[in-house]
Structure formats: structure tokens, C-alpha cells
């Protein structure tokens, strides 16, 4: 009996290294340092515009952890430690409480416990997720 011979695995093609791949590298490096960039200027224009008004409210408070976070998460994407799948829900989390503060005492009670739903909802995820990252 004449059986055939096994051939080798044939190794995967490396993406990384292909010219396709490094043209996704480059641009999703300049998007990031762009959206770092922005972040820094949208921060710095909430700086000025908190000085100018010469008072700070919550809303400005919890819009710079808005900020904050975004960097935090692009600073996850460069060095990559961490679970770069958190923050956004984190970013989530503050912008939805902002809005509860933004609107104030004159939205409906229902829609807070919504808003309060959702905060326990992505809280919830954030933790489920931090448990399955680390296992």
C-alpha cells in the first residue's frame, strides 16, 4: 500500500509584517494619537471655559473623568495592559450619570430609575468582565 506522505503545516502568513498590515498599524496609530489629540483640546476648552465662568459645577467635574477615561483607554490601546474592553463601558457609566445631572430635578422620577438601571446594568458587565479577563 502506497499512502501519502503527510505534508507539513504550512505556517500562517504574518499580517503584521505584510504592507496591508502595516498600513492598518499606521492608520489606527495616527486615529489614536488624533482622538488623543482632540481629547487634550476638548479638556483643555472645558479648563478654559470653567476659569472664564470663574465656578465649577458637578457636570464639569464628570465631564473631565469623561476625558480621563478616554485617554486612559487609549493609553490601554498603546501599551496594552489592561482590558482595553472596560473603559468604554466606564465611559458609559459617567456619561450616563452626567446626564442624570445635567437634566436635574426637572426630569421625570421614571426616567432616573432608568438611567439608574443602566448605570447597575453596565456596572454589573464591567465587573463580569473584569472576572472573566483575569481568569
Do not use: C
Not at 26 to 32: A, K, R, T
Not at 38 to 50: D, I, K, N, Q, R
Not at 88 to 101: C, E, G, Q
Request: hydrophobic fraction near 55%.
Amino acid at each position: 500500500m502506497n499512502t501519502p506522505e503527510p505534508t507539513a503545516p504550512q505556517p500562517e502568513p504574518d499580517l503584521q509584517h505584510s504592507p496591508a498590515g502595516r498600513l492598518f498599524k499606521w492608520i489606527e496609530q495616527g486615529l489614536l494619537m488624533l482622538a488623543a489629540i482632540m481629547t487634550l483640546v476638548a479638556a483643555g476648552t472645558e479648563v478654559w471655559s470653567v476659569y472664564q465662568r470663574g465656578s465649577i459645577v458637578l457636570a464639569d467635574i464628570l465631564l473631565m473623568f469623561l476625558y480621563t477615561e478616554v485617554i486612559a483607554m487609549i493609553a490601554v490601546f498603546y501599551t496594552g495592559k489592561g482590558s482595553s474592553f472596560v473603559f468604554p463601558i466606564f465611559i458609559a457609566i459617567t456619561a450616563i450619570a452626567r446626564l442624570i445631572v445635567l437634566q436635574g430635578k426637572d426630569m421625570d422620577a421614571e426616567n432616573v430609575v432608568y438611567e439608574a438601571s443602566a448605570i447597575l446594568l453596565l456596572a454589573v458587565a464591567a465587573l463580569v468582565m473584569g472576572r472573566v479577563r483575569s481568569d
